[in-house]
């Protein structure tokens, strides 16, 4: 065990200073991600914060100007799953916290530290294989190797490992705006620019500095956040991580034309990944056009670059995307049903 401090911050300006001129120290939350990869080898902090004391970023809240919900760092991932608020107005987010991990990881794990998981491939976590996002210039091993449940998409000649979570995905999708604090001020980070995409630096995965605590996640509503939905399609149905994963969400004119249309896919990206190809062919379409919604899908798939043993994603994704946006037009049919009756 690689020898550590660790120190209870009681408030955020403390642990702010405690971190201050520690670019290794780290934050602990519920500790589901750090202690693994601390145990593991690919983080080895001198520092270690814990921040459970700062029951301020606990809170799950709505803001009606503008619209949108709030949601404290520290807040457990069950909880936001189980919030009301949250399973009415944008149920693609507390499904992507349902069906994410088991109920005791969730019952621990923050959203914070949630959106800070890293990668499950294999040479990133076992140190007798070279991986350049665990030590920069090493090499890829999982580029010859076995790489079946690894990036098709955002890839680079130095890492094809894929972004794990789900929840950011959902986040992607409707725009989230992440909050956070440190010793230069606060920012706040558009979800789409949170995340980098491996390029020559795989080490680098967010934009974070040394030192920057996330405080709270905004999440924009919108009639479409309300007819969303998160399909995942993994190898078994419960605690496992995504082979493919759509967060999508879909409103309609009283027409039948897509008036706002979301999808942001997991599992076969280095990054949450927008699909924004895909939402400007869908938009102002009528969702039964199957000419249409074929287009759409191949729109983002058409920079995949399968490796060996992971060319299957492509077609499990031409399947999802089309399965996951037709469960959304169900859900706005009936709320333009509802509407107008």
């Not at 986040?171 to 440190?182: Q, R």
């Not at 008036?259 to 969702?287: H, M, N, Q, S, Y």
């Not at 060996?308 to 333009?336: E, G, M």
Request: hydrophobic letters at 40%; aromatic letters at 6%.
């Amino acid at each position: 065990m690689h020898p550590f401090m660790y120190v209870v911050a009681n408030s955020i300006n403390e642990a702010i200073e405690l971190s201050h001129d520690r670019p290794d120290s780290r934050f602990l939350a519920g500790g589901t991600t750090l202690v693994d990869l601390m145990k593991s080898g690919p983080e080895r902090p001198s520092l270690v914060i814990d921040i459970n004391q700062l029951h301020v970023l606990t809170s799950i809240e709505h803001s009606d100007e503008p619209d949108a919900l709030r949601i404290g760092a520290l807040s457990r991932m069950s909880d936001v799953a189980a919030h009301m608020g949250v399973r009415q107005s944008c149920p693609a987010v507390a499904e992507s916290l349902l069906f994410a991990a088991s109920g005791q990881l969730r019952n621990m794990a923050s959203l914070g530290g949630n959106l800070l998981q890293r990668t499950r491939c294999l040479y990133f976590r076992d140190r007798s294989f070279a991986c350049n996002k665990r030590e920069p210039g090493s090499g890829c091993s999982a580029i010859n190797g076995e790489n079946r449940n690894l990036a098709v998409l955002g890839i680079s000649p130095h890492c094809i490992a894929n972004y794990p979570g789900d929840f950011a995905v959902a986040l992607t999708a409707f725009d989230g705006v992440i909050h956070t604090s440190s010793s230069s001020g606060k920012r706040s980070i558009p979800a789409r620019q949170f995340y980098t995409l491996p390029g020559d630096r795989p080490h680098i995965e967010n934009v974070l500095e040394p030192g920057e605590l996330i405080t709270h996640i905004v999440v924009p509503l919108s009639p479409a956040s309300k007819n969303s939905h998160y399909l995942k399609v993994r190898d078994r149905a419960s605690y496992e991580f995504a082979s493919v994963s759509v967060a999508a969400a879909m409103e309609l004119e009283a027409d039948g034309t897509i008036a706002d249309v979301r999808v942001a896919l997991g599992g076969l990206a280095a990054i949450p990944w927008r699909a924004i190809a895909t939402e400007r062919i869908l938009l102002g379409k009528r969702f039964d056009d199957a000419a249409t919604i074929k287009r759409a899908t191949d729109a983002v798939l058409s920079d995949a670059k399968p490796q060996s043993h992971n060319s299957y994603k492509i077609s499990q994704a031409r399947a999802a995307i089309p399965r996951a946006l037709r469960i959304v037009a169900s859900i706005a049919k009936s709320a333009l049903a509802q509407r107008g009756s």
